[in-house]
């Protein structure tokens, strides 16, 4: 049974850096583009980043140059390095996988989704 936990989520001040993590378990994670969104109280949930079944990846305007998604098959964990982090950075935090589709996209439709973790950039 596929599942995927997240992890990393924390309090942290501006400027600061996370890691976040997002565990697989039950698929063989090579095959699947993964996503990283968010969701801010009391907005749409928004794609940050996704990395392709090959590697390649796509960032969201806001977070090009701070965030950098990565994956490592061999665990079958997935990354989100945040550095820079910003108060408007607030937001949970999901990952999603899909295997219909080898190249991301921050606006393709993700099949399955993590529950989520919170991160808070305040001072």
């Known amino acids: 049974q596929l599942q995927l936990v997240e992890s990393g989520g924390e309090l942290v001040q501006p400027g600061g850096s996370l890691r976040l993590s997002c565990a697989a378990s039950?698929?063989?994670?090579?095959?699947?583009?993964i996503g990283w969104f968010r969701q801010a109280p009391g907005k749409e949930r928004e794609g940050v980043s996704c990395?392709?079944?090959?590697?390649?990846?796509e960032y969201a305007n806001s977070v090009k140059g701070r965030f950098t998604i990565s994956r490592d098959n061999a665990k079958s964990t997935a990354y989100l390095q945040m550095n820079s982090l910003r108060p408007e950075d607030t937001a949970i935090y999901y990952c999603?996988?899909?295997?219909?589709?080898?190249?991301?996209?921050?606006?393709?439709?993700?099949?399955?989704w993590g529950q989520g973790t919170q991160v808070t950039v305040s001072s």
């Open positions: 999603a996988v899909d295997r219909s589709f080898k190249i991301c996209g921050l606006r393709k439709e993700y099949k399955f």
């Open positions: 039950g698929i063989t994670l090579n095959y699947y583009a």
């Open positions: 990395i392709s079944t090959g590697g390649s990846t």
